[in-house]
């Protein structure tokens, strides 16, 4: 079979530019291949659904000004059938709190959103511990509070672009990619499970965790890694005031979710590789001392559930690779390496990459810097402050 552009990768990014090729020109056709159409063990469903414009990159700034406002939209814009496509969104804000050594890091990242039209609060301790009297700021130097971020249902959004996607004519397929094949500077054609195979234009990698294992069919080496990270759902027993999402300089991040919170303390420390285990001691003996901590009434709280899921973490800096040129394959498109942020920044990233698609060049917001050219360089481009 034939496709125009074919997208290996079914999740919220590779749905994601799917719907985008298909409303910037209807005629292009479309596969997208999942090998797990019911997203067992996808990283999209299993992701915390924050989002947020509190980054140091404008490149990541800016991708979340678009997504944002893009979710601010989305029930109406991706219905099908005229049937909305509900994503749970909450605009109960975003909250870094830092010590007293990052307050300069803090406040030339909040310059930037700033000057980026971020909406964006400064808050010195005092003022902190008004906004929130349950807090423990006595080891804090400032905060920066975003009241237009929050959260969503990532599954909601995964499931809304896909099911727009596939209602404007994208065809995905339920198949695995098994190999690549190359001809000189470009792929022609991706071999499946089933046997099948399918030729092409473009190919996109939007395999998440999986990226890597999709370029070394072309014997490219990626610093993507599968990194394990657990969600973890858990009550207080003592009433807290209403919180937004709250992340601090030791990675905890944690959220309110339904009658308690959902959140953890993600580590780079942990070893890379498709691991699914639950390790029922981390949250008692890593997350609820981080929570306790800043919260006394989390002294009583019980873990109801623990969700390990992957992060596609670049390790080379932290950021997606995003564009063509892997390895001088100029059809070859690299859409992965999010390392935690790929689900709030599917709206930005799919625009781009249909814009880089069908006319060769970023046209919304310009992600140049983001593409391979960093790695062959040797220059990370790395986040400042709390990721």
């Known amino acids: 079979m034939r496709s125009d552009v074919v997208v290996i990768g079914g999740g919220a990014i590779g749905a994601a530019v799917a719907y985008f090729l298909k409303l910037l020109d209807a005629g292009t056709a479309v596969t997208v291949l999942e090998r797990d159409p019911t997203y067992g063990q996808a990283s999209t469903p299993r992701a915390s659904g924050g989002v947020r414009r509190l980054f140091s990159l404008p490149e990541n700034i800016e991708l979340s ?22 994503i749970g969104l909450r605009k109960n804000g975003y909250l870094f709190v830092v010590p007293p050594s990052a307050r300069d890091v803090l406040k030339r990242n909040f310059d930037t959103e700033q000057r980026l039209g971020c909406n964006v609060v400064w808050l010195e301790p005092d003022e902190l511990k008004h906004r929130f009297p349950s807090m423990n700021v006595s080891d804090l130097g400032a905060a920066v509070y975003s009241p237009d971020d929050g959260w969503l249902d990532p599954h909601r959004v995964l499931m809304g672009f896909r099911k727009k996607a596939e209602s404007m004519g994208t065809e995905f397929l339920a198949d695995q990619v098994t190999g690549l094949v190359r001809q000189g500077n470009s792929v022609t054609s991706a071999k499946l499970k089933s046997r099948r195979q399918v030729e092409a234009s473009q190919f996109v990698n939007a395999a998440g965790a999986w990226a890597k294992d999709i370029c070394a069919m072309l014997d490219v080496k990626v610093p993507i890694e599968p990194l394990r990270r657990f969600e973890h759902y858990f009550e207080c027993q003592d009433p807290i005031e209403p919180l937004p999402y709250l992340k601090d300089l030791e990675r905890l991040a944690f959220r309110p979710e339904s009658k308690g919170y959902t959140g953890g303390v993600p580590t780079l420390e942990e070893p890379r590789g498709y ?12 997350v609820w001392p981080a929570l306790a901590h800043r919260f006394p009434q989390f002294e009583r709280t019980r873990c109801r559930n623990t969700l390990p899921g992957l992060y596609d973490q670049n390790d080379f800096d932290g950021n997606a690779i995003i564009g063509p040129s892997a390895d001088g394959l100029g059809n070859f498109y690299m859409l992965a390496g999010f390392s935690g942020h790929g689900l709030m920044h599917a709206p930005g990233c799919g625009r781009a990459m249909a814009e880089l698609l069908l006319k ?4 919304t917001i310009d992600l140049a810097r983001l593409g391979w050219q960093r790695l062959l360089d040797g220059t990370p481009l790395r986040e400042q402050g709390i990721i």
């Open 275 to 286: 691991n699914f285990d639950v390790d029922h001691d981390y949250f008692e003996a890593v």
């Open 65 to 86: 000004n678009f997504s944002i406002l893009f979710f601010d939209e989305f029930a109406e814009t991706m219905g099908v059938d005229g049937v909305e496509a509900d």
């Open 360 to 363: 060769g060049r970023y046209e």
